[in-house]
């Protein structure tokens, strides 16, 4: 015997049990569910004040409900014990969900690493460029330049060469 719960005995039952000329009623209504302020173990009963006084049974609807503790079975799951088992699934059920939405966090995550990545790429990176035509005839012409800064016309055949692949590369771009 694990566990055990109370069960009310209301004053209207009493009075149904001991009333046998009354015939009964064949509709049952829905009774409120006791709360735990008015559950009252079973050697703390309240009774009317002069309940004490009479043990006749036309005197019991003055009564208080009394509250008789019932063992419940192992065998047979309590409702505390089925609303537990209730909530145990909900929060398993939450707990995957939350795993599926971390791992869809981390995926998301990756992706956009990985685009930021490739527009960081295209971003910064020089799309392709055909090198400078004449860049050593260039280089000549400006090293005569630089040796010759008091007679620049010792460089007329550097600066030939350099015009003449100037004249190439735009025959060429056309």
């Not at 829905?30 to 008015?38: I, M, R, T």
């Not at 969900?97 to 990545?117: D, G, S, Y």
């Amino acid at each position: 015997m694990g566990e055990s719960f109370t069960i009310q005995i209301s004053t209207d039952l009493v009075r149904r049990l001991t009333n046998t000329d009354a015939k009964p009623k064949k509709s049952r209504e829905a009774k409120p569910k006791a709360s735990q302020d008015q559950l009252q173990p079973l050697g703390k009963k309240k009774l009317a004040p002069n309940a004490e006084k009479s043990s006749s049974p036309a005197m019991w609807h003055q009564q208080a409900p009394i509250y008789l503790p019932v063992p419940v079975s192992p065998s047979l799951p309590s409702p505390a014990t089925a609303e537990l088992e209730a909530i145990k699934s909900v929060l398993q059920e939450s707990e995957k969900v939350v795993e599926k939405l971390e791992k869809q966090e981390i995926n998301m995550v990756e992706e956009l690493t990985q685009r930021a990545k490739e527009l960081r790429e295209k971003e910064f990176k020089l799309p392709y460029q055909k090198p400078m035509p004449c860049l050593n005839e260039r280089e000549d012409c400006l090293q005569c330049y630089k040796e010759n800064l008091k007679d620049p016309l010792k460089c007329a055949s550097a600066v030939k060469k350099f015009a003449d692949c100037a004249l190439q590369a735009r025959r060429e771009a056309g």
